[in-house]
T-cell receptor
Framework: ETGVTQTPRHLVMGMTNKKSLKCEQHLGHNAMYWYKQSAKKPLELMFVYSLEERVENNSVPSRFSPECPNSSHLFLHLHTLQPEDSALYLC?????????????FGPGTRLLVL | AQSVTQLGSHVSVSEGALVLLRCNYSSSVPPYLFWYVQYPNQGLQLLLKYTSAATLVKGINGFEAEFKKSETSFHLTKPSAHMSDAAEYFCAVSSRGGGFKTIFGAGTRLFVKA
């Protein structure tokens, strides 16, 4: 596989479920990102990891819990979500750390919370 | 603080016509500027970026954008639209020394009529 992959592509969960989203990058990049994309709203940055250390946490509710076990993998653990959390969750990676870097995005996980 | 405004959530053009997607930014320091494109059921893909070299930036698929500091704009153009250009386009800004944070606009959906 090349680029950035995300699994699952679609997920339906109840508000009491626990699930995890997985992201893997095959580009040798040092930084990985989670974004939330909701209809008619700008992309919202949720978390950033650089060299497996969390460097950005954008006031995200604690029901979202990220994990970065190594520089190639990123997880987003979900528990007791709300219907308003339904959205497309995008993972991205980049090499540069000075803001100039191109971000490479995965295809996203479409999440529906019932 | 940084911000991005994309004028027009929807733009419709005829095939072969000029494409113009507008983006204005706000940044207290010299910015990095990006245009990304998102096709249905895919993640975002970089079209082009401005990082302080030439103010006219050429990207993939015949797109280009011009950085105009006096107007705080970074509009995206293509001389002749093709049906395959139909997608959603996002303008984004990050700041030099601002680390990983990239601010995305709300997006402009481009429709191309035959």
């Amino acid at each position: 596989e090349t680029g950035v992959t995300q699994t699952p592509r679609h997920l339906v969960m109840g508000m009491t479920n626990k699930k995890s989203l997985k992201c893997e990058q095959h580009l040798g990049h040092n930084a990985m990102y989670w974004y939330k994309q909701s209809a008619k709203k700008p992309l919202e940055l949720m978390f950033v990891y650089s060299l497996e250390e969390r460097v950005e946490n954008n006031s995200v509710p604690s029901r979202f819990s990220p994990e970065c076990p190594n520089s190639s993998h990123l997880f987003l653990h979900l528990h007791t979500l709300q219907p308003e959390d339904s959205a497309l969750y995008l993972c991205a990676s980049s090499q540069e750390t000075d803001g100039s870097g191109t971000q490479y995005f995965g295809p996203g996980t479409r999440l529906l919370v019932l | 603080a940084q911000s991005v405004t994309q004028l027009g959530s929807h733009v419709s053009v005829s095939e072969g016509a000029l494409v113009l997607l507008r983006c204005n930014y706000s940044s207290s320091v010299p910015p990095y500027l990006f245009w990304y494109v998102q096709y249905p059921n895919q993640g975002l893909q970089l079209l082009l970026k401005y990082t302080s070299a030439a103010t006219l930036v050429k990207g993939i698929n015949g797109f280009e954008a011009e950085f105009k500091k006096s107007e705080t704009s970074f509009h995206l153009t293509k001389p002749s639209a093709h049906m395959s250009d139909a997608a959603e386009y996002f303008c984004a800004v990050s700041s030099r020394g601002g680390g990983f944070k990239t601010i995305f606009g709300a997006g402009t959906r481009l429709f191309v009529k035959a």
